[in-house]
């Protein structure tokens, strides 16, 4: 169901610093979880996305762990830049299913 | 390669107005979605297409949105009338088939409802 939450509403970091965002997710049936990221006036934009048989998944800066366990999901940000500012979704896909979306958090970085 | 096309980009209209949202996926994207994105919260699905056929609508409020994808290309989402809490961005996205695709989303009309 729409089950996928984020466990902090908003996040400040220094530039350079790494950046941990986190989510649950609580639909033991979603078999592919993918990260968004949402500027100001656009749309959300894909940034990396990672399947149940998977627990780790690397991009450009990006990490993402899943933790089938605990129902746990979490984007790792990399020396975070002033670009990264922006609001970040988790979502999850269930077998043939729709994708739901958590409700984001807004990541500030600091000079 | 163009991305998702969506316009207006703003629309404000009273309570009780109708109003229309258009939108033009990606060349060749057969999937085609309707989401409300509420302040503070994370896009909600209204209505999915595959083609011209609609494969989920379970969330759309049928008594007052409709849409519609004609020949399997651009869609419109109309809401008619409209309430004060249908206030909100409406995405449309689009992917190349169902399922775990990437969906590419366009940059949304925000509309407010007087």
């Known amino acids: 169901g729409e089950s996928v939450g984020l466990h902090l509403p908003t996040l400040s970091v220094q530039e350079g610093d790494n950046s941990i965002i986190n989510c649950a997710y609580s639909n033991s049936a979603s078999d592919y979880f993918i990260w968004y990221k949402q500027e100001s006036g656009k749309g959300p934009q894909f940034i990396i996305d990672?399947?149940?048989?998977?627990d780790k998944r690397q991009g450009q800066r990006v990490t993402v762990l899943l933790n089938k366990t605990v129902k746990h999901l979490s984007l790792q940000i990399a020396a975070t830049q002033p670009g990264d500012s922006a609001v970040y979704f988790c979502a999850e896909n269930p077998v043939g299913g729709r994708l739901y979306f958590g409700r984001g958090t807004q990541l500030t970085v600091w000079p | 390669e163009a991305g998702v096309a969506q316009s207006p980009r703003y629309k404000i209209i009273e309570k009780r107005q109708s109003v229309a949202f258009w939108c033009n996926p990606i060349?060749?994207?057969?999937?085609l979605y309707w989401y409300q994105q509420i302040l503070g919260q994370g896009p909600k699905l209204l209505i999915q297409?595959?083609?011209?056929?609609?494969?989920?609508d379970s969330q759309l409020p049928k008594d007052r949105f409709s849409a519609e994808r004609l020949k399997g290309v651009d869609s419109t989402l109309k809401i008619q009338p409209a309430k004060l809490e249908d206030s909100a961005v409406y995405l449309c996205?689009?992917?190349?088939?169902?399922?775990?695709?990437?969906?590419?989303f366009g940059p949304g009309t925000r509309l407010t409802v007087t």
């Open positions: 297409f595959q083609n011209n056929g609609v494969v989920d």
């Open positions: 996205a689009s992917s190349i088939g169902q399922g775990t695709y990437e969906q590419y």
């Open positions: 060349s060749g994207h057969a999937t």
């Open positions: 990672i399947r149940s048989n998977m």
